[in-house]
Each structure stands twice: as C-alpha cells, then as structure tokens.
T-cell receptor, first 110, second 113 residues
Framework: LAKTTQPISMDSYEGQEVNITCSHN???????ITWYQQFPSQGPRFIIQ???TKVTNEVASLFIPADRKSSTLSLPRVSLSDTAVYYC???????????FGQGTTLQVKP | KAGVTQTPRYLIKTRGQQVTLSCSPI?????VSWYQQTPGQGLQFLFE???????NKGNFPGRFSGRQFSNSRSEMNVSTLELGDSALYLC????????????FGPGTRLTVL
C-alpha cells in the first residue's frame, strides 16, 4: 500500500536551515514530487517540485535520491513567517493516485 | 490574473442532506482537482477533472461525485451527508500536463450537524 510519511512537527530558530524529509514508498516512476506550504485558513501554496536529484528555487531546495523513495525539502535561513504546515505530494506507483503526506508543522522561534 | 475561487466559503448542513460546492479555476487552466482536508486524515485526494472528463479518482465512496463544465469550472457534490463529511474542501487548478503546479483555492468549510 502506497504511503507518504513525514514528521508530525519540527521546531527551529530564526536563521537556521530546516530540512524536512518525506518517505514515499511505491512512488510512480514517472511523476513529480511536490511540496506545499499551508497557513491557517488558507489553501496550500506550491513551494517546489522535482523529479530527481536536486532542484532549487528562490525559496527552497529539494533533494531526491536516485531511488526516489524519499525527498527532503530544505528551507535556508528560516524566519518567523515560515511557521506553517508543510506537505509533500506524490503519485502512487500502482494507480497514479495522488497521496499527500500528513503534514509537518514547522514552528520557527525567535 | 485572478486566483482559484470557491463558493460558498462556509456551509452548514444536516445529516442526510446533499451539498454542491463550486470551483472556478484560474483562466486557461484545464485541470481541476478536489481534496478533502480534516484534522484526523489530513489532505486526501478526491478526484481530478480535465477537459470535462474525470481523469483520476481517490478512495472515496460514490456519495462523492463531481463534474467539470466546458469553461473548466467544476462542481463537486456530496449526497446523503454524514457527520464525518465535515471538512475543508479544497480545489486546485493547473494547466493539466504532468508536473504542472497546482494552485489552490481558499476552500469551502463544510459542517455537517
């Protein structure tokens, strides 16, 4: 059974780098891994997406090993405004159904 | 460019009733996906529509259905509401090709009494 697993919560301090790892067994071989950020009372917002190796944009990096059984979202130098819930999203290998991780609540402290 | 809009934003229904939620995607987007979000189950994929056809479906009972119109607007319907259907229902639109970024709406908060 396909499953996407993330840590439930993480704490960090302003200015630190935060890495959140998502495990996704049985991932579709030809689909992307996507990460979203969600603030209270808002819909999720796209952060970054990748297929393999490393992707970087202006807000984050995404590391995906060759076996694609996990991915790590890296947020450099977090600030208080990065306090949010972070979700990984991947498609299952068997059916292509989209599976969200349960979300990681990141609390950034001053 | 206007974002994804969902109506209504809040809804209260009683058990056994049915409900229809509406989603207007970003102009030019042809794919609309629906998700249910609850504290216990997190974000769960309901279904995806592309060019008026259901392209993918999650593991929800047949009480949950949807459709998409020629202008890409989408509706989802839940019949015979149960208490457990209380949730935030989110829709997301994208261009529709593999790897496209999904843009989420603010959601419809459904409460079933």
């Amino acid at each position: 059974l396909a499953k996407t697993t993330q840590p439930i919560s993480m704490d960090s301090y302003e200015g630190q780098e935060v890495n959140i790892t998502c495990s996704h067994n049985n991932i579709a071989t030809n689909d992307y891994i996507t990460w979203y950020q969600q603030f209270p009372s808002q819909g999720p917002r796209f952060i970054i997406q990748g297929y393999k190796t490393k992707v970087t944009n202006e807000v984050a990096s995404l590391f995906i090993p060759a076996d694609r059984k996990s991915s790590t979202l890296s947020l450099p130098r977090v600030s208080l405004s990065d306090t949010a819930v972070y979700y990984c999203l991947a498609a299952t290998g068997n059916t292509g159904k989209l599976i969200f991780g349960q979300g990681t609540t990141l609390q950034v402290k001053p | 460019k206007a974002g994804v809009t969902q109506t209504p934003r809040y809804l209260i229904k009683t058990r056994g009733q049915q409900v229809t939620l509406s989603c207007s995607p970003i102009s030019g987007h042809r794919s609309v996906s629906w998700y249910q979000q609850t504290p216990g189950q997190g974000l769960q994929f309901l279904f995806e529509y592309f060019s008026e056809t259901q392209r993918n479906k999650g593991n929800f009972p047949g009480r949950f259905s949807g459709r998409q119109f020629s202008n890409s607007r989408s509706e989802m319907n839940v019949s015979t509401l149960e208490l457990g259907d209380s949730a935030l229902y989110l829709c997301a639109s994208s261009l529709g090709t593999s790897g496209d970024e999904q843009f989420f709406g603010p959601g419809t908060r459904l409460t079933v009494l």
